[in-house]
């Protein structure tokens, strides 16, 4: 306090009297264990000095209550009043003569001093008294736990003093209990002095300082009690007392323990603590920090939704609970938390939910039928009022929307629902919605992105199916004049059942994606192209093939004879109205296999290349779906390859595919092959 102190006649007079209060509890140990007349009056002196302290503590606030603002006018005031008392009560701690440290019970001293100190505890319980009472109703809450300790501290006082004038004695108990009183007092005065900030001295309280200790003096009562109890039994309990003694104690600890081990018992002290303490019930950031690490944890067994109902749930000491969200117009539930879960569903546009959306109110069930104008035009829908346990609903709202809503069960300690643990579910709930929403955000884009890979993926089939329609087209055009010839017999079924494997690698190209799902593995590109050229029918006569034997690359069979055979088509159809040829070389090229496929067909431009050709949907071929070129580069450079195109208007084109030989590492990138090449 000393510390923290802003200044101010109040604090003053709060640090003086704390001050004289530990000076006097020093003193009166010095005097007992150094007896000496000269402490006895030192001890004297300072608790008269402590009295007075407070006495005027009390008076300054009693004058200063309704005006801050005239707080040196009301301590002149305060002093002038206090003068005359304060110096009596001195002259009698003077007064008062040492105890005979032989006996310190009997009663030393004019009975004169005593009726002064009795007087002045009667004085000290009215100031007590009046500054409750002339406290505002509304104020009262930040007062109470300093008249309960000044008020406890008068009281045990004048206890003693008027005991001491009735029975002529001190009762020494009763003053060595002096000591422990104002210890306590000090932490109600601390408690008072955090919820009054007009006293210009900081305090901060822990609750969960307050709560171990208030646990730790239960606890210990608990003991004191077990331990008269067993006396008795001890006592009172013949041969068997000692047995019973024992057994008495081992069942009080098994007691104990299952009392510091229940929820339900440190919830209730948690309330009862918060009640009557503190000025708000939460520690804010405590609350925060456990709200987010709950949220934010992962644990075995329990998926993101338990978690928002269990980090909701633990702010007001909820058992569990139920999380419902909205998908297509209809909230159902998704998770719950030791609560019955039910297949009933809410629409977004009932009572409810509209409700909750348009209010953001945290719905206490029990007042829905007690107090109606609290929740207008609410109707409770039937599932949810005859849900077992249910307490409150905690609205999900995110922005303008209602994504979702929690059910509460009971909790563990009756909880009064005010405006702060309404305040503080709805800031929860805010922050938990948007963590849900972000989640429903970030699995919606990568729903999107597999159905953009599934459009991408259907263009690339929808492209092999314009070939393989194509090539159809071409056999039916052809049977009307060789039907009967054997030799197109036999070709015409060769090239419906390479229709047909196509087609079947399609199917089960759309069940798997895009992506390989085997490793590439070594394939022949002679008998790869030998099957492409096989397949073009009479157009094979355009076709010159220079392919160095045995020449095997990392790839997949099918996929590379689509692109290769992609390319082929596209060099022929380039050929057919300038009556051209079309060139296919394989060879080997340091660490590459290369498939050369040339053309003197229409070519193309420099920018077309550059800006269009292997970019999805753009083709210069009016039939075409610009697809064919950008699922070959995607594919070639997937497997560590490379494509290269040289091209020129009416001076054909030529394409180099780079693939991997079998047998060597996947090159790091494209600049590092080219530089080991040309080494």
Do not use: C
Request: hydrophobic residues 45%; charged residues 20%; proline residues 4%.
């Amino acid at each position: 306090m000393v510390v923290s102190w802003r200044g101010g006649a109040r604090a003053a007079l709060l640090l003086g009297a704390i001050a004289f209060s530990a000076l006097w509890s020093a003193l009166i140990w010095a005097s007992l264990t150094f007896p000496a007349s000269a402490l006895w009056q030192a001890a004297g002196f300072a608790d008269a000095l402590r009295i007075s302290s407070w006495l005027i503590f009390l008076t300054l606030l009693l004058e200063g209550w309704q005006r801050t603002d005239n707080v040196k006018f009301a301590t002149k005031r305060t002093v002038r009043y206090f003068a005359a008392p304060a110096a009596l009560l001195l002259a009698s701690a003077l007064l008062v003569p040492p105890p005979p440290w032989e006996n310190i019970s009997e009663l030393t001293g004019q009975l004169g001093d005593y009726y002064v100190l009795l007087a002045i505890s009667v004085f000290g319980l009215a100031l007590t008294e009046q500054l409750y009472q002339r406290t505002p109703e509304n104020r009262r809450w930040a007062i109470k736990p300093l008249v309960i300790g000044l008020g406890g501290m008068f009281a045990l006082d004048l206890l003693i003093y008027s005991g001491a004038i009735l029975l002529h004695r001190l009762d020494p108990a009763m003053w060595a209990a002096r000591g422990i009183a104002d210890a306590l007092v000090i932490f109600l005065v601390g408690v008072s002095t955090a919820r009054n900030t007009s006293w210009t001295v900081d305090v901060q309280i822990s609750r969960d300082v307050v709560y171990q200790s208030t646990a730790l003096l239960i606890t210990g009562a608990y003991l004191l009690v077990v331990a008269g109890a067993a006396y008795w039994v001890h006592f009172f309990g013949g041969e068997w007392g000692g047995t019973l003694q024992v057994a008495l104690v081992f069942a009080a600890l098994l007691g104990l323990a299952a009392l510091l081990l229940s929820r339900e018992l440190r919830a209730r002290v948690r309330v009862l603590i918060s009640k009557n303490l503190f000025s708000y019930r939460y520690e804010y950031r405590q609350e925060w920090l456990r709200f987010t690490r709950v949220l934010g944890t992962t644990e075995p067994g329990i998926n993101l939704y338990q978690r928002v109902v269990r980090s909701l749930a633990d702010l007001v000491e909820s058992n569990g609970g139920a999380i419902w969200l909205e998908r297509d117009g209809v909230f159902s539930e998704v998770a719950n938390v030791d609560m019955q879960r039910i297949q009933e569903t809410e629409s977004s546009t009932g009572s409810l939910a509209s409700f909750l959306a348009r209010t953001d109110w945290v719905i206490r069930l029990e007042e829905v039928s007690e107090y109606p104008a609290k929740y207008p035009e609410l109707v409770i829908p039937a599932w949810l009022d005859q849900l077992p346990g249910a307490w409150l609903v905690v609205p999900l709202p995110s922005g303008n929307d209602l994504i979702g809503f929690v059910v509460l069960a009971r909790p563990r300690a009756e909880i009064d629902i005010n405006w702060e643990v309404r305040d503080l579910l709805k800031t929860a709930s805010r922050q938990a919605a948007s963590y849900l929403a972000q989640i429903r955000a970030k699995e919606a884009l990568v729903e999107a992105e597999q159905f953009d890979a599934f459009n991408r993926m259907s263009a690339f089939v929808v492209h092999d199916l314009k070939n393989l329609v194509a090539q159809l087209a071409l056999v039916v055009k052809n049977a009307e004049r060789h039907r009967d010839n054997p030799e197109f017999q036999r070709d015409m079924l060769e090239t419906v059942e390479h229709a047909v494997g196509r087609m079947n690698q399609l199917m089960l190209q759309l069940r798997t994606g895009t992506t390989p799902m085997e490793k590439p593995r070594p394939v022949d590109l002679g008998v790869i192209i030998g099957r492409i050229i096989a397949s073009k029918g009479p157009r094979q006569s355009i076709i010159d093939l220079d392919a160095q034997p045995n020449v095997r690359v990392l790839a997949h069979d099918d996929r590379v004879e689509r692109v290769i055979g992609h390319m082929i088509q596209n060099a022929i159809e380039a050929t057919e109205t300038t009556n051209g040829h079309v060139r296919v070389r394989i060879y080997i090229e340091g660490s590459w296999a290369v498939v050369a496929i040339a053309d003197d067909g229409v070519g193309m431009t420099e920018d077309f290349i550059r800006d269009h050709l292997f970019h999805p949907f753009q083709t210069s071929k009016p039939q075409g779906m610009g697809i064919g070129m950008y699922e070959s580069i995607q594919y070639i450079n997937g497997i560590g390859g490379r494509i290269e195109v040289e091209s020129s208007p009416n001076a054909g084109t030529r394409f180099d595919v780079f693939l991997q030989l079998a047998g060597t590492s996947l090159p790091a990138n494209r600049d590092q092959n080219r530089a080991r090449e040309t080494a």
